[in-house]
């Protein structure tokens, strides 16, 4: 395979997300049970870190890894597509959990200055660490993005290519086409 190593560091890129929700998820369990007087917002934190460990993991795989593997193995413009879309949405999630606004289950910038202004130092450290990765994380999808888009441009790919195959892809789906004869079906007698 000619690009092995961008899919690869792809894949790398998935794991540290996984390790970053991780790191994200103890940070917030940790903070939450020293309980720091100024972070009222400990246990939605926990919450919504718990529930993004397991909602993330999937969704992060079946809507930008899986589509770019895809995408690189079988030089599918629609794949790529796919992948630049909701990698996109990825890249903007990881820089807003960095911050790590209260209540949005991110142990990130506002989280840290808190915890070290209070001199919850333990808590802060895991902080810390979580907020290296969320913005690590966040570096290294902007460069492989760019490094994706890059390929994309090079090989010719059109967005009316990713239209086509997309509408293909429908055509040999016996879910729409059942779907579509249900609607005319449907139109034809609702007419009488």
Known sequence: MQHQTTVLWLYREWL????????????????????PASVTSAPTNMGVALT???????ASFFL????????????????????????GFHILYTFYM????PSTGGAGLILLVTLFSEHYIGP??????ATICWLSMG????????KTYDHYKAAGHTFNEAKSEAYSHMG??????????NAAWNSATNRR
């Open 98 to 101: 960095a911050v790590g606004i």
């Open 139 to 146: 570096i290294l999808a902007v460069i492989l993005y760019k």
């Open 64 to 87: 930008w890894y899986r589509p770019v593997y895809n995408a690189y193995m079988k030089d599918n413009s629609m794949y790529f597509f796919f992948f630049f879309i909701f990698n």
């Open 172 to 181: 040999r789906s016996t879910v729409v086409r059942e779907a579509a004869v």
């Open 124 to 129: 802060a450290v895991l902080t810390l660490l």
């Open 52 to 58: 993004e460990l397991f909602t993330h993991t999937l």
């Open 16 to 35: 540290l997300f996984l390790v970053t929700l991780v790191m994200n998820f103890f940070a917030c369990l940790w903070i939450l049970f020293s309980h």
